[in-house]
């Protein structure tokens, strides 16, 4: 079995940084892509970043240029970095992982980022 566990949110004033971590533990032999979504208050989740197992990031047109995702395959960690944070950046982030196999996904349990002076 897997687990994921992300950190790293909180509060934070607009203009504000944090860094999210997520990290996988358990059965792995494998990682391919890994993924940050968000869930606003009152919204859907929507696709954040995504990094590929060969470190090609992609993101949302929302956060280009503000966010950075990262990966460490030896801890198995995929990592948020996010600067001049916005109040429309308040959501639940959850890190998505594909481990062991294409299309075999796991969850976080999420972690709140909130922007607000």
């Known amino acids: 079995?897997?687990?994921?566990?992300?950190?790293?949110?909180?509060?934070?004033?607009?203009?504000?940084?944090?860094?999210?971590?997520?990290?996988?533990?358990?059965?792995?032999?494998?990682?391919?892509?890994?993924?940050?979504?968000?869930?606003?208050?009152?919204?859907?989740?929507?696709?954040?970043?995504?990094?590929?197992s060969t470190g090609r990031p992609t993101y949302a047109d929302t956060v280009k240029g503000r966010f950075n995702i990262s990966r460490d395959d030896a801890k198995a960690?995929?990592?948020?970095?996010?600067?001049?944070l916005k109040p429309e950046d308040t959501a639940v982030y959850y890190c998505r992982t594909e481990i062991n196999a294409r299309l075999q996904y796991y969850w976080g349990q999420g972690t709140q980022v909130t922007v607000s002076s």
């Open 1 to 52: 079995q897997v687990q994921v566990v992300e950190s790293g949110g909180g509060s934070v004033q607009p203009g504000g940084s944090l860094r999210l971590s997520c990290a996988a533990s358990g059965s792995i032999f494998s990682l391919y892509n890994m993924a940050w979504y968000r869930q606003p208050p009152g919204n859907e989740r929507e696709l954040v970043a995504t990094i590929t």
């Open 77 to 84: 960690s995929v990592y948020l970095q996010m600067k001049n």
